[in-house]
C-alpha cells in the first residue's frame, strides 16, 4: 500500500508563497504520474496540477503563471511551488499518485495540507 503524506501548507497573506510537498513511502519513479488537487469549502474537487513520469507538467488555467510542479525522484517527494497566492487559492491540496500496472491503474491519494490566503 502506497502512503502519501503532504506538508507545507498554512495561512499566508495574498501576494505570498508556500510550497507544498507530498512524500511517498516508496520510490515514485513508479509512478506514471503524480497531480495535485484541491477542494475549497462547499465546492467540487478540482484538479492543479500534473506531471508526468518523464517530466511534463500542465496546470488549470487559473494558476499558470503562478504555480509551478516538480518530482525529485531521489527524495521520493513531489512539490508545488505556489506563488502570488490570492485567496481564491484557499483550499485543502491533495497529492495523488497513478501507477498503472499490467494495465490496471492504481490511484493513491493523500490526506491533504489546507492552504489559506488572508486579503
Known amino acids: 500500500q502506497v502512503q502519501l503524506v503532504e506538508s507545507g501548507g498554512g495561512l499566508v497573506q495574498a501576494g505570498g508563497s508556500l510550497r507544498l510537498s507530498c512524500a511517498a513511502s516508496?520510490?515514485?519513479?513508479?509512478?506514471?504520474?503524480i497531480h495535485w488537487y484541491r477542494q475549497a469549502p462547499g465546492k467540487q474537487r478540482e484538479f492543479v496540477a500534473t506531471?508526468?513520469?518523464?517530466?511534463?507538467?500542465d496546470y488549470v488555467d487559473s494558476v499558470k503563471g503562478r504555480f509551478t510542479i516538480s518530482r525529485d525522484n531521489a527524495k521520493n517527494t513531489a512539490y508545488l511551488q505556489m506563488n502570488s497566492l490570492k485567496p481564491d487559492d484557499t483550499a485543502v491540496y491533495y497529492c495523488r499518485a497513478d501507477q498503472l500496472i499490467l494495465g490496471k491503474l492504481y490511484i493513491y491519494w493523500g490526506q491533504g495540507t489546507q492552504v489559506t490566503v488572508s486579503s
Open positions: 516508496r520510490n515514485i519513479f513508479s509512478f506514471n504520474a
Open positions: 506531471i508526468t513520469g518523464g517530466g511534463s507538467s
